[in-house]
């Protein structure tokens, strides 16, 4: 794969520990790559970057771990390639509904990628065995975890493939910076009610494995 931007220097932030094992395992070695575990949520996952982002010059920042997939759209085990970060749940309530921080003029809760790098890799991704999606991948603060709040958010939102906690705080932190930005997730289980017993953790973190694997390939 041949791209037209040369990164050196990549800087990958997950939440926790064992996402980071599994990147780390996925990229054998390649001193190009820092990973860190950034911790949980939008907050932990901006502060964390922003500390990195100072102290070193990344040439590309990615996010990368588990997700919930919504029903229909990403299945478990699959890998998801964000085509636009949103943060889902930045904005105000209103009495005709949600309304987002870009309706009310005070910012915005949507940070762009490259999507040249995107198409990439996500057909690398398929080239490679493995089932990859592209697609919006929402940020939320608390995570969806009922029937009607899935079906709340997949009406509001329904071009979204998955939900996380840090993406929006990663890319915010490489927006600032200056710096190019993915997000990259697993499917470990389907968005709406909390039903461990259906989660699949271990499998969503080896497609993150092989998934970055792939992503180490693209990027040579």
């Known amino acids: 794969m041949i791209l037209s931007q040369q990164y050196r220097s990549i800087l990958v932030v997950t939440s926790v520990d064992a996402e980071r094992d599994a990147v780390m395992r996925g990229i054998q070695g390649d001193e190009r790559f820092t990973v860190i575990a950034g911790g949980v949520g939008p907050a932990a996952a901006a502060a964390s970057t922003a500390r990195e982002l100072a102290c070193a010059d990344y040439d590309l920042v990615i996010c990368a771990g588990i997700c919930g997939g919504f029903v229909g759209q990403a299945e478990i085990g699959s890998l998801v390639v964000a085509t636009e970060i949103i943060c889902a ?30 198409e990439q890799l ?34 509001r939102m329904p071009d979204a493939l998955a939900e996380a906690m840090e993406g ?6 490489a927006q600032a910076a200056r710096r190019p930005v993915l997000e990259i997730r697993t499917v470990s289980n389907a968005i709406g009610p909390r039903d461990k017993s259906a989660w699949r953790i271990k499998d969503a973190l080896e497609s993150l494995e092989k998934g970055s694997s792939v992503l180490r390939e693209v990027l040579s």
């Open 89 to 118: 749940d930045l904005g105000a309530e209103t009495p005709e509904g949600f309304c987002s921080v870009d309706e009310l003029g005070f910012g915005s809760a949507k940070v762009s990628v490259d999507q040249e790098l995107v």
């Open 122 to 155: 996500t057909n690398s991704m398929k080239a490679a065995g493995l089932v990859a999606k592209k697609g919006i991948v929402l940020t939320l603060s608390t995570v969806t975890g009922t029937a009607e709040t899935a079906a709340a958010l997949a009406q």
């Open 168 to 173: 929006y705080g990663v890319a915010t932190a």
